[in-house]
């Protein structure tokens, strides 16, 4: 599903991914963690094409990313921060997103399950961060795509929205779908994740699950241990 390959990458004098290595098979929930800093956003930017390292080689589906665009309309993107124009409606950029993505979408079982009904009329530029959130989520979801990346997705959401984001990720995941995530919120991170990468300084210090974590850092709490996994990598 997606093969990293020494992977470097350079903004100026700063090194932000140093020789980066990961092959996710596909099916599963991964999270992408680390402080800020880490590589994180780089090394996620690198899968999509948005950012092209300065050496090494990524492939995803089986395809090398680099002058290749094409691979992109398999993945669904979540990205932390879903700059729209805000005079645009909701439902004009539903369909100006489904336009762009020319396939069959859920879009009104998800409008329906975020309670969005009463917004589809309201210019973007109105709405709260919490239900900007939910619009962005129903664009990410509402396509069939094998790969999801999904940064910060809980971001603003109620509690309400927050069960129905879980709930849908694990759906996604039942049907053999590969999901990354990054998120701060370790809560969600230990309920959904099936594995654990976890970036420190542009290098991968751990992948494992969390019992593995727990048992490396000899905690018995997912936090603690996210936090002395940290403290281990800063003083190795």
């Known amino acids: ?63 090398p990313v680099k002058n290749n665009w094409k691979y992109r309309q398999e993945i ?30 859920d879009m009104v079982k998800l409008v329906g399950l975020f309670g969005l009904e009463p917004f589809l009329d309201k210019k973007l530029a109105t709405l709260s961060g919490g239900t900007k959130q939910k619009v962005n989520i129903v664009l990410t979801l509402m396509f069939d795509s094998p790969l999801l990346i999904l940064d910060e997705p809980t971001t603003g959401l109620d509690p309400a929205a927050l069960i129905c984001i879980k709930k849908l990720i694990r759906e996604e995941k039942e049907k053999g779908k590969t999901i990354l995530i990054t998120s701060h ?7 959904m994740a099936d594995e654990i990468v976890y970036l420190l300084e542009g290098k991968i210090y751990f992948r494992g699950n969390i019992e593995q974590l727990k048992a490396m850092t000899r905690q018995t709490d997912f936090e603690h241990a996210i936090a002395a996994i940290s403290n281990q990598a800063v003083n190795a």
């Open 76 to 105: 669904s993107y979540l990205p932390q921060i879903a700059d729209f124009p805000g005079n645009l409606r909701v439902k004009e950029l539903i369909r100006m997103i489904q336009d762009l993505r020319q396939k069959p979408s």
């Open 185 to 191: 919120i370790m809560q969600f991170v230990e309920e």
């Open 1 to 63: 599903m997606i093969s990293i390959e020494n992977i470097h990458k350079k903004f100026g004098k700063n090194l932000v991914l140093k020789g980066v290595d990961l092959n996710i098979e596909g099916g599963g929930i991964f999270a992408i963690l680390g402080p800020n800093g880490s590589g994180k956003t780089t090394l996620i930017k690198s899968i999509l094409g948005m950012v092209i390292p300065n050496k090494g080689i990524i492939k995803v589906l089986e395809k």
